[in-house]
C-alpha cells in the first residue's frame, strides 16, 4: 500500500474529500505570473492600436514635407512592429521580443526623424506624428527590457523627443512647452511602469506563497496517507490474523470450525490484496454491490439476517466501500464470538440525507459497557472506528450489559456527528440517567481504546 501525491494545487474541502487517496487536482484559475503578463501585453497592444490609428491621419498629412524614400519605410516598419506585438499577444509568443521590437524601431524613428525632412530649416506646422506613441514605446521598453534599462529606455526617450520639439522638424516649440511635453511623456511612461512591475512583483509572491503552500499540503496529505495505511495494517492484524487464530483456539463444535475456515480463507485474500496498490482513482461501486458482500458474509455466519431500504441507484467511492464492508464485517464478527447466545443478529444498511448510506448491525446478545474493555484490545478502536474515521464516516456503539448491542456505520460523516469529545465523554452520564433503554454511546479515542475487540 502506497500513495504517491504528485503535483499539487488549490483545492476547496470538496476537492480535498474527493482526491483524498489521489492526485490532488490543480488551482482552476491560479494568479500566477505569467497570467499577469498576458493581461499586461494585451492591454498595451490595445492602446498601441488606439494611438496608431490616431496618429495615422496625422502621419499622412506630414509626408509632404518629409522624403518620401525614407519617411515611408519608417512609418510602415513602426506600424508593422505594432502589428506584430499585438499578434504576438494574441497567441502568447515573442511577446518581450516583439515589444522590444517596437520600442527600438519607435526611439530610432525619433532620432532620424530631422534627417528626413525636405528641408530641415522649414518650421513644422504641428507636432510630429511620434508623439502619439510615445507612452507605447514607453510602456512596450518595460514589458521587454530588465528593470535598470526599462528605467533608461523611459528617461531618454522623452528627452530625445524634447530635443527634437525644440528644432524646426519638431515645431521649434519653445523651451518651457518642449520641457512640459519631456515631462509629461516622462511621467506617463513612469506610472506605466511602476504599475508594470508592481503587479510583476506581486505575482511572484503569490507564486511564491502558494508553492510554498502546495508544499505544506503534500507534507500533510504524505503525513494523512501514512496514518491511514497505518490503520490499515492494524486492522488487517487484528481482523485477518488475531481474529482467525482466535477463531481457530476456541472451537468447540463444526459450526465454530466451518467460521474458522472461512475467516481463514478471508485473511489470505485480505492479505494478498494488502501486498498490492491501494486504489488511487475516483471509481465509484453501487452501493448494491456491498449489500451482496455483506449477505454474503452473513450468510457464512449462518445467524446474521440482511435488510436492505432505499439503496437503488446509490453509488459511493470504492475506498468507502472496502472500509465499510470490513467494518460491517468485523462487527458481525465481535458479535458471533463475544455476544454469546442471542435470539436476532442483523444487518440493516440504508441511503441517508448526505447521499451516502448507513449500516447498522445489531444482536439482542448479552451486550456490554464500552467503559470495562481494555485498552490493549483494537477490535473498535482500529478495525471499526479509526477505519471509518480514515474515510470521512463515523462509527457509533450503543450498548449495556443484558440489552444486546447495535454498531452504527455512518458515511459520510454528518455535520451533527462532528461533536468534540468533551462533549460526548460528558453528555454519556445523562444520558445513562435519564434512558432505561441501551444507552447511545459514541466511540470517542479514550472510549475506543477500552473498547477494544468487542
Same mark, same amino acid.
Given at each position: 500500500?502506497?500513495t504517491?501525491p504528485a503535483?499539487?494545487?488549490t483545492?476547496?474541502?470538496?476537492?480535498?474529500?474527493?482526491?483524498?487517496?489521489?492526485r490532488?487536482?490543480?488551482p482552476?484559475n491560479?494568479i500566477?505570473?505569467?497570467?499577469i503578463?498576458?493581461?499586461?501585453?494585451r492591454?498595451?497592444a490595445?492602446v498601441?492600436?488606439?494611438?496608431a490609428?490616431?496618429a495615422l491621419p496625422?502621419m499622412?498629412?506630414?509626408?509632404e514635407s518629409r522624403?518620401?524614400?525614407?519617411?515611408v519605410?519608417?512609418?510602415?516598419?513602426l506600424?508593422?512592429?505594432?502589428?506584430?506585438?499585438?499578434?504576438?499577444t494574441?497567441v502568447?509568443?515573442?511577446?518581450r521580443t516583439?515589444?522590444?521590437i517596437v520600442?527600438?524601431?519607435?526611439l530610432?524613428?525619433?532620432m532620424?526623424?530631422?534627417?528626413?525632412?525636405?528641408?530641415p530649416t522649414v518650421v513644422l506646422?504641428s507636432?510630429p506624428?511620434l508623439?502619439y506613441?510615445?507612452?507605447?514605446?514607453t510602456?512596450?521598453a518595460?514589458?521587454?527590457?530588465?528593470?535598470?534599462w526599462?528605467?533608461?529606455y523611459?528617461v531618454?526617450t522623452?528627452?530625445?523627443f524634447?530635443l527634437?520639439?525644440?528644432l524646426p522638424s519638431?515645431?521649434?516649440a519653445?523651451?518651457l512647452?518642449?520641457?512640459?511635453?519631456?515631462?509629461y511623456?516622462?511621467?506617463?511612461?513612469g506610472?506605466?511602469?511602476?504599475?508594470?512591475?508592481?503587479?510583476?512583483d506581486?505575482?511572484?509572491k503569490?507564486?511564491t506563497a502558494?508553492? *510554498?503552500a502546495l508544499?505544506k499540503?503534500?507534507?500533510?496529505?504524505?503525513?494523512?496517507?501514512?496514518?491511514?495505511?497505518?490503520?490499515e495494517v492494524?486492522s488487517?492484524?487484528?481482523?485477518?490474523?488475531?481474529a482467525?487464530l482466535?477463531?481457530a483456539a476456541?472451537?468447540r463444535?463444526?459450526?465454530?470450525?466451518?467460521l474458522a475456515a472461512?475467516m481463514?480463507?478471508?485473511?489470505?485474500?485480505?492479505?494478498?490484496?494488502a501486498?498490492g496498490e491501494r486504489t488511487?482513482?475516483?471509481?465509484?461501486t453501487d452501493v448494491?454491490r456491498l449489500?451482496?458482500?455483506l449477505r454474503?458474509t452473513?450468510?457464512?455466519t449462518?445467524?446474521f439476517?440482511?435488510?436492505e431500504l432505499g439503496v437503488?441507484?446509490l453509488?459511493?467511492?470504492e475506498?468507502?466501500?472496502?472500509a465499510l464492508?470490513?467494518a460491517?464485517?468485523q462487527?458481525?464478527? *465481535?458479535?458471533v464470538?463475544?455476544a454469546?447466545?442471542?435470539?436476532?443478529?442483523?444487518?440493516?444498511?440504508?441511503?441517508n440525507d448526505?447521499?451516502g448510506?448507513?449500516?447498522?448491525?445489531s444482536?439482542?446478545g448479552r451486550?456490554?459497557?464500552?467503559?470495562?474493555?481494555a485498552s490493549?484490545?483494537?477490535?473498535?478502536?482500529?478495525s471499526i472506528?479509526?477505519?471509518?474515521?480514515?474515510v470521512?464516516?463515523?462509527a457509533?456503539? *450503543?450498548?449495556r450489559?443484558g440489552?444486546g448491542?447495535t454498531?452504527?456505520i455512518s458515511?459520510p460523516r454528518a455535520?451533527v456527528?462532528?461533536?468534540s469529545?468533551s462533549?460526548?465523554?460528558s453528555?454519556?452520564?445523562?444520558e445513562?440517567?435519564a434512558?432505561?433503554?441501551?444507552?447511545?454511546?459514541?466511540v470517542?479515542s479514550?472510549?475506543?481504546?477500552?473498547a477494544g475487540?468487542r
Amino acid at each position: 500500500m502506497s500513495t504517491d501525491p504528485a503535483a499539487f494545487g488549490t483545492v476547496s474541502p470538496a476537492d480535498f474529500q474527493d482526491d483524498l487517496f489521489g492526485r490532488p487536482r490543480h488551482p482552476r484559475n491560479p494568479i500566477s505570473h505569467a497570467q499577469i503578463e498576458i493581461a499586461l501585453s494585451r492591454s498595451v497592444a490595445g492602446v498601441a492600436v488606439v494611438f496608431a490609428l490616431q496618429a495615422l491621419p496625422l502621419m499622412l498629412v506630414q509626408l509632404e514635407s518629409r522624403k518620401p524614400g525614407s519617411a515611408v519605410p519608417i512609418g510602415i516598419a513602426l506600424g508593422l512592429s505594432i502589428l506584430v506585438f499585438v499578434v504576438a499577444t494574441l497567441v502568447r509568443r515573442g511577446i518581450r521580443t516583439t515589444a522590444g521590437i517596437v520600442a527600438a524601431c519607435y526611439l530610432i524613428a525619433l532620432m532620424v526623424w530631422p534627417l528626413v525632412m525636405r528641408d530641415p530649416t522649414v518650421v513644422l506646422d504641428s507636432k510630429p506624428w511620434l508623439w502619439y506613441l510615445c507612452t507605447v514605446a514607453t510602456s512596450c521598453a518595460a514589458i521587454a527590457f530588465p528593470l535598470l534599462w526599462a528605467i533608461i529606455y523611459t528617461v531618454v526617450t522623452p528627452v530625445v523627443f524634447g530635443l527634437l520639439r525644440g528644432l524646426p522638424s519638431g515645431g521649434k516649440a519653445e523651451s518651457l512647452l518642449a520641457v512640459l511635453d519631456t515631462c509629461y511623456a516622462m511621467l506617463l511612461g513612469g506610472v506605466v511602469l511602476i504599475i508594470i512591475y508592481v503587479l510583476r512583483d506581486a505575482t511572484d509572491k503569490v507564486d511564491t506563497a502558494q508553492s *510554498n503552500a502546495l508544499a505544506k499540503y503534500a507534507v500533510a496529505v504524505r503525513h494523512h496517507a501514512t496514518e491511514v495505511e497505518r490503520v490499515e495494517v492494524d486492522s488487517i492484524v487484528h481482523d485477518s490474523v488475531l481474529a482467525t487464530l482466535l477463531s481457530a483456539a476456541g472451537v468447540r463444535n463444526s459450526k465454530g470450525a466451518e467460521l474458522a475456515a472461512a475467516m481463514a480463507r478471508s485473511a489470505i485474500i485480505r492479505l494478498q490484496e494488502a501486498s498490492g496498490e491501494r486504489t488511487l482513482d475516483d471509481a465509484t461501486t453501487d452501493v448494491t454491490r456491498l449489500v451482496a458482500r455483506l449477505r454474503g458474509t452473513a450468510a457464512d455466519t449462518g445467524v446474521f439476517t440482511v435488510a436492505e431500504l432505499g439503496v437503488d441507484g446509490l453509488s459511493i467511492p470504492e475506498f468507502v466501500a472496502e472500509a465499510l464492508y470490513a467494518a460491517s464485517v468485523q462487527a458481525m464478527v *465481535n458479535s458471533v464470538q463475544h455476544a454469546g447466545p442471542a435470539q436476532t443478529r442483523s444487518l440493516t444498511i440504508c441511503g441517508n440525507d448526505q447521499s451516502g448510506c448507513r449500516i447498522e448491525i445489531s444482536d439482542t446478545g448479552r451486550g456490554f459497557d464500552p467503559t470495562s474493555v481494555a485498552s490493549a484490545r483494537l477490535g473498535v478502536r482500529v478495525s471499526i472506528r479509526d477505519r471509518i474515521a480514515s474515510v470521512g464516516g463515523v462509527a457509533v456503539v *450503543n450498548s449495556r450489559p443484558g440489552q444486546g448491542t447495535t454498531v452504527v456505520i455512518s458515511w459520510p460523516r454528518a455535520a451533527v456527528s462532528a461533536v468534540s469529545e468533551s462533549e460526548t465523554d460528558s453528555g454519556s452520564d445523562a444520558e445513562t440517567q435519564a434512558a432505561p433503554a441501551p444507552v447511545a454511546h459514541a466511540v470517542t479515542s479514550a472510549d475506543a481504546d477500552r473498547a477494544g475487540d468487542r
